[in-house]
């Protein structure tokens, strides 16, 4: 079965500070991976993605995040987190095909 | 490019009304995907399509739902009766064969019941 768990539903940093948001999957085959933001009122898009070529995904507005085949995880981070970082983001896993599997979400609170 | 467009963005019904959500994919898509996005649940995949056929509905809730894609470039979701419990945030998606495995979303429709 395919899953994905988003450690933290809600994750609060100061403006400047690390951001890690924690993602961690179960599949029965190398999958893909995804992170999805989601600002308020708008729809999913899409921040990165992992598809077994390098280890480490770079994505839009300075994220990134590192696949690691032995702890089945997928974290997001980025280094320095800017106001405008706040949203909610998603991790999720493709393994074949076009069906995809999202976790719950992990909302991102910047403090200024 | 056009991205997913959805319609109506918002609508509120009353209980017992009839509810169309409107989707037109990405043209080239051949998958498209409907979401229904609740605090409670999540984000939850209710049907998908590929090349107009769906390929599994296991995902809407009950019979009151009804999704149809009658050529590549439409599709609707369908709810009738409506009843309050159905209030949400429904999403259409797409893809296509080789996109590696990335959907587009469009902006949403956001539904309320009273």
């Known amino acids: 079965a395919q899953s994905v768990t988003q450690l933290g539903s809600h994750v609060s940093v100061s403006e400047g500070a690390l951001v890690l948001l924690r993602c961690n999957y179960s599949s029965s085959v190398p999958p893909y991976l995804f992170w999805y933001v989601q600002y308020p009122n708008q729809g999913l898009q899409l921040l990165l993605k992992?598809?077994?070529?390098?280890?480490l995904v770079k994505g839009i507005n300075g994220f990134e995040a590192e696949f690691k085949k032995s702890e089945t995880s997928f974290h997001l981070t980025k280094p320095s987190a800017h106001m405008s970082d706040a949203a909610e983001y998603f991790c999720?896993?493709?393994?074949?095909?076009?069906?995809?599997?999202f976790g719950t979400g992990t909302s991102l609170t910047v403090i200024p | 490019d056009a991205g997913v467009i959805q319609s109506p963005r918002h609508e509120v019904t009353e209980m017992g009304q009839e509810v169309t959500l409107r989707c037109k994919p990405i043209s080239g898509h051949d998958y498209l995907f409907w979401y229904r996005q609740t605090m409670m649940r999540g984000l939850e995949l209710l049907i998908y399509?590929?090349?107009?056929?769906?390929?599994?509905d296991s995902g809407m809730p009950e019979d009151r739902f009804s999704a149809k894609m009658p050529n590549a470039s439409f599709s609707t979701l369908k709810i009738q009766p409506s009843e309050p419990r159905d209030s949400a945030v429904y999403f259409c998606a797409s893809s296509y064969t080789g996109s590696g495995n990335t959907i587009y979303f469009g902006e949403g429709s956001w539904l309320t019941v009273v």
């Open positions: 992992y598809t077994s070529a390098a280890t």
């Open positions: 399509f590929n090349n107009n056929v769906p390929i599994d």
């Open positions: 999720a896993v493709s393994p074949t095909g076009n069906q995809f599997y």
